[in-house]
């Protein structure tokens, strides 16, 4: 079955950086998109950033832009998101989703607080 | 940008009562790509409409979505327990891949 796992969320300060993975099994992780989504804590779902299932192709939320990258690893079946620049408001969970426009499949999450 | 507004933002009934959720978006969502999804307190969304109308799997045949352009809905058509929640719609004709806010539905 598909599985998602999410990990490299943490506490760090405004400003400061992370990167976050998703551990994909289950699929064929080089033939699927992949999208970010995040949830403020007590607050609705916020699209974030998309990558084509070859890379080639990249959207990003205008709250992100230039400040977040999405990429992947087809060959170890991970995807990735750097997190720079980051602020009080980046505080959430972060999952990762599959699929090219709709989410049948997500993680669990990572929790990220930006906090000095 | 395509905005998505759910309404209502609450909406409180009874089991065994049918709920109507609206969502309308600020401009016509291509091709009706907009889905549905359902959270509980402490989980992850679960996809319950895409398509606008098509059921993913597993999901019970009292949740059913329709709409076009820029008004669409769905529709339990009696609430189970289980069923209280808060539901999202998503379109995804175009970046960005924007969601509603949501609407809460919960047990008068």
């Known amino acids: 079955q598909v599985q998602l796992v999410e990990s490299g969320g943490g506490v760090v300060q405004p400003g400061g950086s992370l990167r976050l993975s998703c551990a994909a099994s289950g699929f064929t992780f080089a033939s699927y998109a992949m999208h970010w989504v995040r949830q403020a804590p007590g607050k609705g779902l916020e699209w974030l950033t998309f990558?084509?299932?070859?890379?080639?192709?990249?959207y990003y939320a205008d709250s992100v832009k230039g400040r977040f990258t999405i990429s992947r690893d087809n060959s170890k079946n991970t995807l990735f998101l750097q997190m720079d620049s980051l602020r009080t408001e980046d505080t959430a969970v972060y999952y990762c989703a599959k699929g090219w426009g709709y989410f049948a499949s997500w993680g669990q999450g990572t929790l990220v607080t930006v906090s000095s | 940008e395509i905005v998505l507004t759910q309404s209502p933002a609450t909406l409180s009934l009874s089991p065994g009562e049918r709920a109507t959720l609206s969502c309308r978006a600020s401009?016509?969502?291509?091709?009706?790509?907009l889905a549905w999804y359902q959270q509980k307190p402490g989980q992850v969304p679960r996809l319950l409409i895409y398509g606008a109308s098509s059921r993913a799997s597993d999901i019970p045949d009292r949740f059913s979505g329709s709409g076009s352009g820029t008004d669409f809905t769905l529709t339990i058509s009696r609430l189970e327990p289980e069923d209280f929640a808060v539901y999202y719609c998503q379109q995804y004709g175009g970046s960005p891949f924007s969601f509603g806010q949501g609407t809460k539905l919960e047990i008068k």
């Open positions: 401009q016509s969502v291509i091709s009706s790509y």
């Open positions: 990558i084509r299932f070859d890379g080639t192709n990249k």
